[in-house]
Each structure stands twice: as C-alpha cells, then as structure tokens.
C-alpha cells in the first residue's frame, strides 16, 4: 500500500538501475512519489518492471542518459515535467569509484571520476533547477560519501576528492537556492552491498572478493553494511516536506562506522 510521505512530488533519481538508486527508486515509489529513472544502463527499464511489480500503481518513466552529458541530463529533466506536470525533487546518485594507487592512478581515471562523479551532479542540478524555480520549491539530495570528507582508503584518491567536492557544492546550492525554497542535502554514506561495492572487493581481493565485503562489516559498530532501501528511507525523507528545515546539511549513514578511534581499545 502506497503511503502518502511523496505523495503529489516528481522525483528524477539517477543511477536507478542498479544498487543504490534502484533503492532510493523503490522507496520514492513507496511513498507515493512519481519518478523519472536515468541511468546510463538500458536495464533500467527491468528495474522499473520490478518497482511496477511492487507497487501496481506506480508511475514511472525511465530515461537512458548519461549524468556527464549535460543536454542529455537537460532532455531527462524535460521528459519528467512533460510526463508529470513538475519536478520537485532530485536525487543525485549515479556515481563511480574506480581503486588504483595514486602514482599509476591515471590522468583519465581522474577524469572519468570527475565527469561522472561532479559534473554529472552538476548537471543533474543545472537540468532540474530552473523547474523548482517554476514552482517556488524544490529539494535536492546529492549522494556524497563519507569517503574524502571524512574518511579515506589507499587507492581512493580520485573517488575521495570527488566525493569531497559534492560538500562544497550541497553547502554553496543550499545557500543559493534558500531564500527560493530549494533545499540542498548531501547523504554521507558507509558502505552498502552495491554492484559498485562488489567491484571494489575484486580490485581490493582477487582472490576472495567476498571476505572483503565481510571484513567491512567487522569495522562498523552494527557489524553489517546498509541496505539500498535504507539510504532510500535518507533519500525520501531529505525529499519530503518533513525536511522542511534541513538544508545544507550532510547525513551521514553508516552504522556507526565513522566512529570508533581504535580497533582494540575499550570494554567491548
Ligand atoms: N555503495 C556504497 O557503499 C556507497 C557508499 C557511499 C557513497 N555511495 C555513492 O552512492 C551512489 C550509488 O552507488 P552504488 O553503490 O549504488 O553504485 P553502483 O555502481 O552499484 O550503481 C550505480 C548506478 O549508476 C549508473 N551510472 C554510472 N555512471 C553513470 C552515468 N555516467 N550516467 C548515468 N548513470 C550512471 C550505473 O549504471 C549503475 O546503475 C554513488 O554516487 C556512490 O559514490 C555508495
């Protein structure tokens, strides 16, 4: 049963195909939220077949782009106000994270992190604005990471810096954009069992990618990594009226994994 938190917001998430986005999408739907999925991967369709199967009266579009090319991130934010009448909200998902030490880190990593990870927020941004501005409102979510701005593993270094840059622009949009009614919000995220999450266990153990995944859990204080409907449930409510006072603010979700100052010391 639809409950009514989104009811009447158009929403365009992007990297809906797959792990996150695919959540944030089933949650936005959940609560009554009418959604354009982007994603530069044409399984996007499947996946809003199986958000469809969930929910029968969901309505949702779903666009092929990508986030870097900002005409096409322009047409997706006008194939959503033409399907549903406006754009409130814009998730801000699809991102990338490709490991390499930083001395053979090459320059085209960087830059793919660049372009998909910042300007492809960016133009996410500058495509869904000037309809917030139509309506007087608008709330955007920008998925950032705990990766840079607080925390850091060896071969991040072009995900942490793009990571990191999310903040400074959630903080400078939010203060634009306030006295307009736009709210900015970034999700600072642990770790959740994503396609990505399960790539970067490969680059970290070939050989047994999956004790990677489970030593993640051994550092957070909950012992288990997020579900994509979790950060979903961030994403809705960052979206909904009942964030009606947050803006330029980071959430971060993570079990509890930022926390601890060591390994060893303490009573548990
Ligand atoms: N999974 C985690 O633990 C974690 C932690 C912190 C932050 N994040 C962030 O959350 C977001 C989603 O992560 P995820 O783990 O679901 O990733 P994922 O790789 O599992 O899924 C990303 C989706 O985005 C799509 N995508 C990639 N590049 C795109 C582009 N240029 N244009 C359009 N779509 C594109 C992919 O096709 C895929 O469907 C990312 O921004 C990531 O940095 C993830």
Known sequence: ????KLEGKVAI??????????GIAETYVKYGAKICMVDLDPNVDKTADRIRGMYPDAQIITVVANVAD??????????????????D????????CRLAPFEEMTDETRDFHIDVNI????????????????????????????????VADAGEAAYAMTKAALVGLTRCLAVEYADRHIRVNC???????????????????????????NDIA??????????????????????SDEASYLTGSQVVIDGG???????SIGTN
């Open 119 to 150: 300007k492809g927020v960016w133009n996410t941004c500058q495509a869904a604005i000037p309809y917030m501005l139509e309506e007087g409102k608008g709330a955007i979510v920008i998925a950032s990471s705990v990766t840079g701005d607080i």
């Open 89 to 96: 909200v814009a998730c801000c998902n699809a991102g990338v």
């Open 13 to 22: 998430i992007t990297g809906a195909a797959a792990g996150l986005g695919e």
């Open 257 to 263: 994994s930022t926390l601890p100052e060591t390994m």
């Open 187 to 213: 999700s600072q995220l642990g770790y959740a069992r994503t396609p990505m999450v399960e790539k970067m266990a490969v680059e970290s153990n070939p050989e047994d990618p999956e004790s990677a995944i």
């Open 218 to 239: 051994v550092g957070v204080p909950m012992k288990r990594l997020a579900k994509p409907t979790e950060v979903g449930e961030l994403f809705a409510f960052l979206g």
């Open 1 to 4: 049963m639809v409950q009514g």
């Open 70 to 87: 900002k005409q096409q991130m322009i047409d997706a934010a006008a194939k959503t106000k033409e399907a549903f009448g406006s754009l």
